[in-house]
């Protein structure tokens, strides 16, 4: 399943099999964020931030979660995970109570969008211990990449064409979907090739790794797949 930039502005997946479960408008915005650590959750009953103003984070969550569980994307106890704030737009990762992997993005909490995958997935390219959960795509905001990293290993530095980019550690996955840590990449625009990613083995070894991230490459989501 791709999701294409038409009158709207959609999030693109590349992923293993997703299920898109909600739609909706967005605007293009911009902005980078330095690394952080994962975000936790929060009552749906807040309202909207009135238009023109900054979004509120917890606001705009409660408003993703709350059309998660309509949509049957109901997060777990450990709620929704911050991926990225840039502008107006924010989004999210979480775990389901059905076993699946979910992000969203929301745009001012009018528009939201929402793919679920099963979370297993396998590294691209060989040797490689890195996998890509979603994309390498564009959301409302900015080119980004959310993938995994091998068990037991935390990322330390992350570069396109041996220069720094934006990226967050998201969330560690739960033992039963893999235990793996989940990082969000913010991409340059018309990216090529490959991220080059420093790993931080258990004994304090630094390997080097890489992850595809050319727009449009690798294996697409079947828009038949189930959530269920």
Wanted: hydrophobic share 35%; glycine share 12%; charged share 20%.
């Amino acid at each position: 399943m791709t999701w294409r930039r038409g009158r709207a502005t959609r999030l693109l997946l590349t992923a293993t099999p997703a299920l898109l479960l909600a739609v909706g408008c967005g605007q293009q915005q911009a902005g980078h964020a330095p690394a952080g650590t994962p975000g936790g959750s929060v009552s749906p009953s807040a309202r909207a931030t009135p238009g023109g103003q900054q979004p509120d984070p917890v606001t705009l969550e409660a408003a993703v979660a709350d059309q998660a569980r309509q949509a049957g994307a109901a997060p777990t106890d450990k709620g929704l995970s911050l991926a990225r704030q840039a502008g107006k737009a924010v989004s999210y990762l979480w775990e389901t109570t059905n076993g699946k992997v979910c992000f969203g993005q929301t745009s001012s909490g009018a528009a939201q969008e929402i793919a679920c995958g099963a979370g297993r997935v396998t590294p691209e390219e060989k040797g490689s211990n890195l996998a890509a959960l979603f994309g390498p795509g564009m959301g409302f905001a900015e080119s980004y990449v959310v993938f995994t990293a091998e068990r037991g290993a935390s990322v330390t530095s992350v570069k396109y064409q041996e220069q720094e980019v934006a990226w967050r550690l998201v969330r560690r996955l739960s033992p039963e979907r893999t235990g793996r840590d989940v990082y969000y990449v913010t991409l340059p625009d018309g990216h090529q090739g490959w991220i080059d990613v420093t790993l931080r083995q258990a004994d304090g070894r630094l390997t080097p790794d890489r992850l595809r991230v050319t727009m449009g490459g690798g294996p697409r989501a079947s828009a038949s797949a189930s959530a269920h």
